[in-house]
């Protein structure tokens, strides 16, 4: 009778340590998903990583986020993926990736004619072009004052150019977004807006004369609201949403200009608000309720330029910048 006791109790605590097992497998792995687990809403904290610095920046006598805001996260591979170009000087591509928290320096991509070593080539910034297809893996980068769209596959680390967006203007200050619910490309130019479908071969004119500046524009894709936030630019205070169906609809004026050379502009992936820091306030810090088209100032930021990445694994957003040489994550929902 003792002997079935014992094996009774032996098997009872080994059933309890098998159902606890999987809660604990669970816990946050990487150094990102534990700060960000930490994190209460409304509150920065720097995140601390390898790799990260002003030589990561660099290039000639410039850096990768000047005039640019927007990098992009990619659940799949657990990386944030940045291509950037410094005022007369080289493109660089760089990648974080959370397995390691680690910052890595990549190839110069195939389809940049310059010399990455002197910088001299074609000039341009990153502007607001770059953006991701999550369910395929795929980085879109809009090429600065040309008509090209260049598709990163993240998986296979191959560069390849979409069709030319033909009859367009080829100016500074573009913007562009992926909107997965009609799998689109968008590009936004002085209230001119192109698209172009999934394995589509001609870019189509979407819409002309939206209200926004003539360049330095903004396109976000809205996970939570599924819309586009577009707009902005020199002079603008204005910004629309634009749900799957194509409808624009304009928002409040927001409390100032908002565009990619004195903004950093973030979609939040818990709330869909869209943050905005402000370069030319100290650090002002403000939110657009989408669904109330409301305005609030919060709490003041601890950067003032830099880029963007919200992460929709963690329900926070990277925010990395050149002065100081930090990355941050902010969380501003629960």
Do not use: C
Not at 246 to 260: H, L, M, Q, S
């Amino acid at each position: 009778m003792k002997a079935i006791t014992h094996s009774l109790v032996a098997v009872l605590v080994l059933a309890s340590f098998e159902t606890a097992a999987p809660a604990h497998a669970q816990e946050p792995k990487t150094e990102l998903a534990k700060l960000a687990a930490r994190m209460k809403p409304g509150e920065w904290a720097e995140l601390k990583t390898e790799g990260y610095a002003i030589d990561l920046l660099k290039v000639q006598r410039h850096h990768i986020l000047e005039y640019t805001d927007a990098a992009v996260w990619d659940p799949k591979s657990q990386q944030v993926l940045f291509v950037g170009q410094g005022h007369y000087s080289a493109v660089r591509f760089i990648t974080y990736a959370a397995a390691t928290n680690t910052w890595k320096l990549m190839p110069t991509p195939s389809w940049w004619t310059g010399d990455a070593k002197t910088g001299k080539g074609p000039i341009g910034h990153a502007y607001q072009n770059n953006t991701i297809d999550p369910a395929k893996g795929l980085l879109y980068h809009h090429q600065s004052a040309t008509r090209l769209v260049h598709q990163y596959d993240i998986a296979k680390e191959e560069w390849t150019t979409l069709p030319e967006i033909k009859g367009v203007s080829v100016g500074h200050g573009t913007a562009l977004a992926y909107f997965p619910e009609n799998k689109r490309l968008f590009r936004v130019l002085d209230g001119v807006i192109h698209n172009l479908e999934d394995k589509g071969k001609l870019w189509s004119r979407h819409r002309d004369k939206v209200d926004m500046g003539p360049y330095h524009n903004i396109a976000r894709y809205n996970p939570v609201d599924k819309s586009l936030i577009l707009g902005g630019g020199n002079d603008s205070k204005k910004l629309h949403r634009m749900d799957e169906n194509g409808i624009i609809t304009p928002f409040k004026e927001a409390p100032f200009v908002i565009r990619i050379s004195s903004t950093v502009t973030a979609i939040d992936p818990v709330s869909g608000d869209v943050l905005v820091v402000s370069m030319l306030d100290k650090k002002e810090f403000h939110a657009l309720d989408v669904k109330k088209n409301e305005w609030r100032q919060l709490p003041d930021a601890p950067i003032a330029e830099g880029v963007s990445a919200p992460i929709d694994t963690h329900g926070v957003t990277m925010y990395f910048a050149h002065q100081p040489a930090k990355v941050y994550l902010y969380k501003h929902a629960k």
